[in-house]
């Protein structure tokens, strides 16, 4: 059974930081591209970065400059250290993990979801 836990939400003021974690744990063989999504109220779900096992990572121009995604292999898990936070920032925030199962299988999963609330 693979799990997703995500950590580190919370509320903060405009112009504040937070930094996610997400640890996967279970059994995995490896460990692919490592993606994190946000979704307001209201709102579609946007994936805000991404960063693949070598460590190439890529963000949504929403949050280019402000957000910065890395990722620990060994540790099995993935951040995003968020600064110059705005109230938009608002949502909750998902991990989500490519990981390949010792079946061969590899499908995406995602965390529960941590709540992140910027105030003005």
């Known amino acids: 059974q693979v799990q997703l836990v995500e950590s580190g939400g919370g509320l903060v003021q405009a112009g504040g930081s937070l930094r996610l974690s997400c640890a996967a744990s279970?059994?995995?063989?490896?460990?692919?591209?490592m993606a994190w999504y946000r979704q307001a109220p209201g709102k579609q779900r946007e994936r805000v970065a991404s960063?693949?096992?070598?460590?190439?990572?890529n963000y949504s121009d929403s949050v280019k400059g402000r957000f910065t995604t890395s990722r620990d292999n060994a540790k099995k898990q993935v951040y995003l250290q968020m600064n110059s936070l705005k109230p938009a920032d608002t949502a909750v925030y998902y991990c989500?993990?490519?990981?390949?199962?010792?079946?061969?299988?590899?499908?995406?999963?995602w965390g529960q979801g941590t709540q992140v609330t910027v105030s003005s």
């Open positions: 989500t993990a490519v990981i390949a199962s010792w079946s061969g299988a590899s499908p995406t999963y």
């Open positions: 279970g059994s995995i063989r490896s460990i692919g591209t």
């Open positions: 960063i693949t096992s070598g460590g190439l990572t």
